[in-house]
């Protein structure tokens, strides 16, 4: 009897369903995710008919973590699908959208029943092709990270300090270099960046192709500079997120650039 193993995936526990051949469920459990949890699918493929010349494939959600690394290591297939290839399979056989673990792991096991065969399994990577896949996810994470940190920094200068924006605009890095955030960490509101001097931000003039104005430094004022109590109070606030993305971004930087204090700056208070 031929037996495919569907695992649906979760933080917490994880769903474990048996077909064979016909579709017909053999075997179901859910198993916790540990070391105990790990180790019971196996046992239950071992009492489907498992064995070492042709070990049971199996089909997940997820290509990373420590429950697919154990069952790469048994050297049998294991198919990564799409979660969103899972609900148009599970479309096909129900029209109902109330999601149940044990469905989505019987969908994961059909899958490999019907088409295995437009599915490729896990590649048996070597420790060294494992890191390199993991340190690029976390550069790709960093990124993502950075760019969102970024955008949502920009929204709140445009919107109460654009003299900042204008200031930065010709620089290398834009609102993402050591020296706008180490700007921004000692000037977070039009009226403090109006008492700095160049001396104190020390900054060199941008790299320019052709005869240019120079862009505005921050210590020049700005008509926001005289806005009313009110406005200083919405600048405060919005500053301060602004300044919670920063340090966001500074720490997703950490991992594309070298920490240096003379030109970055550490968040000292929790943003609330």
């Given at each position: 009897m031929t037996v495919f193993c569907g695992i649906d995936w979760s933080e917490r526990h994880h769903d474990v369903a048996l077909v064979d051949e016909h579709g017909q469920l053999v075997g179901k459990r859910r198993i916790s995710d540990d070391l105990e949890g790990f180790t019971t699918p196996l046992g239950m493929l071992d009492a489907a008919g498992d064995n070492g010349d042709e070990p049971l494939p199996v089909a997940i959600e997820t290509p990373r973590g420590l429950l697919v690394a154990a069952l790469c290591a048994t050297s049998r297939m294991v198919y990564s699908i799409n979660p969103m290839a899972v609900v148009r399979y599970r479309e096909r056989h129900s029209v109902s959208r109330k999601k149940s673990d044990h469905v989505d792991a019987m969908v994961l096991a059909n899958i490999l029943r019907i088409d295995a065969h437009v599915h490729r399994p896990l590649p048996a990577d070597s420790e060294?092709?494992?890191?390199?896949?993991?340190?690029?996810?976390?550069?790709?994470?960093?990124?993502?990270?950075?760019?969102?940190?970024?955008?949502?920094?920009?929204?709140?200068?445009?919107?109460?300090?654009?003299?900042?924006?204008?200031?930065?605009?010709?620089?290398?890095?834009?609102?993402?270099?050591?020296?706008?955030?180490?700007?921004?960490?000692?000037?977070?509101?039009?009226?403090?960046?109006?008492?700095?001097?160049?001396?104190?931000?020390?900054?060199?003039?941008?790299?320019?192709?052709?005869?240019?104005?120079?862009?505005?430094?921050?210590?020049?004022?700005?008509?926001?500079?005289?806005?009313?109590?009110?406005?200083?109070?919405?600048?405060?606030?919005?500053?301060?997120?602004?300044?919670?993305?920063?340090?966001?971004?500074?720490?997703?930087?950490?991992?594309?650039?070298?920490?240096?204090?003379?030109?970055?700056?550490?968040?000292?208070?929790?943003?609330?």
């Open positions: 060294l092709v494992q890191a390199v896949a993991v340190l690029a996810r976390a550069h790709q994470d960093a990124t993502w990270r950075r760019t969102r940190a970024s955008n949502e920094l920009r929204s709140l200068l445009r919107e109460c300090f654009p003299v900042f924006l204008a200031a930065f605009a010709g620089r290398k890095g834009h609102l993402t270099s050591p020296e706008a955030r180490a700007v921004l960490a000692i000037a977070p509101t039009p009226a403090v960046a109006a008492t700095l001097s160049r001396a104190r931000i020390d900054l060199p003039p941008p790299a320019t192709s052709g005869p240019s104005s120079p862009p505005p430094t921050p210590h020049q004022p700005s008509s926001t500079t005289n806005a009313g109590a009110t406005m200083v109070i919405v600048i405060a606030t919005q500053m301060r997120s602004a300044t919670c993305s920063t340090a966001c971004l500074h720490h997703c930087l950490a991992a594309g650039q070298l920490y240096d204090p003379a030109k970055a700056f550490i968040l000292t208070q929790p943003c609330t």
